[in-house]
């Protein structure tokens, strides 16, 4: 497989900050994300491969280790032990050689592990041509993790649901449990890249972007509105309809309410995340209405009041 710039799939230079490669990776994910192009083979594959460079980039030890080996990233350490014993074994041959007792060793440079053939050597110790260091084996990797984001409205948080995503040309159905939160992620094991030589898969992280909502503020599993009351409603007390998530519900205001008074409608918050029958609450802020272009009759009312 040829070696793939994860810099330039993102769009951004070496020198990019955490934040810029981001950046660029949300855009370039929501513009490939396979269900916006259910059909298109080349966005699902642009798209794996964002969320490979993002992986890798995002991640500070694995972007220093990327920068620093490059293709070799992944073993990038076993390479370096690779490197040192490749170089033991040369200066022992050559410790032979110039001793005079080359009894054993003189079918070693021929055998194709010469000065210059170093980077022939690395990639038999990784597999990559048929053998592993000191025997026929090859070497079992893990695959890679994938990284990827789901976009929900906060309806779609409060419900339990399922969801199917499509991960590198393959279709996963998931359950969303309700009160999963902006920015949380969860794993899916074994839905990553595939192992290499009978290696194990990589998991699935997919990390949860729950939209504001124009109508409630969330904090947890609470929803915080502020609501609209008429001043005679305030001062003389009644009943007024609230909107939640789950539809409309009759509220009783208590007379002489003042303005910013807050009522809480226990139960009506978000589920709980993974806490079965456990709801937060929704908290009620009254915004009271003055009255505006009055009649003579009622500013004489107000008049007569404010006298009294």
Do not use: C
Request: glycine share 12%; net charge positive.
């Amino acid at each position: 497989m040829a070696f793939i710039d994860y810099y330039q799939t993102l769009g951004v230079a070496k020198t990019a900050s955490d934040k810029d490669i981001k950046n660029a990776y949300r855009k370039l994910a929501r513009k490939y994300h396979p269900d916006l192009n259910p059909n298109d083979a080349e966005a699902h594959k642009k798209f794996q491969q964002l969320n490979e460079a993002n992986e890798v980039l995002s991640d500070p030890e694995k972007r220093k280790k990327y920068d620093q080996y490059g293709e070799n990233w992944k073993h990038g350490e076993e390479y370096e032990r690779a490197q040192q014993q490749a170089r033991q074994q040369q200066g022992s041959r050559q410790q032979y050689n110039y001793g005079g007792q080359g009894s054993g060793f003189e079918g070693f440079e021929g055998a194709g592990f010469g000065g210059d053939d170093f980077s022939d050597f690395f990639q038999s110790m990784f597999g990559q041509r048929g053998g592993a260091a000191g025997g026929g084996r090859q070497a079992k990797y893990r695959g890679q993790d994938y990284n990827a984001e789901l976009q929900l409205n906060l309806k779609d948080a409060a419900e339990t649901h399922k969801q199917t995503l499509t991960v590198n040309g393959k279709n996963i159905r998931i359950t969303i449990p309700a009160g999963i939160e902006n920015g949380q992620t969860i794993k899916i094991t074994g839905h990553g890249g595939p192992g290499t030589n009978g290696g194990p898969a990589g998991d699935l992280y997919i990390k949860f972007a729950v939209a504001d909502d124009p109508r409630f503020k969330r904090k947890g599993s609470d929803l915080y509105n502020t609501i609209k009351l008429d001043l005679y409603t305030a001062v003389l007390g009644g009943e007024i309809t609230a909107e939640t998530l789950n539809g409309k519900v009759k509220v009783k205001v208590k007379p002489e309410t003042q303005n910013g008074s807050k009522v809480k409608l226990k139960g009506k918050g978000l589920p709980v995340y993974k806490k079965e029958n456990e709801s937060g609450d929704m908290y009620l802020t009254y915004d009271i209405q003055i009255p505006v272009n009055l009649t003579e009759q009622q500013r004489a009312l107000f008049e007569q009041l404010a006298k009294s």
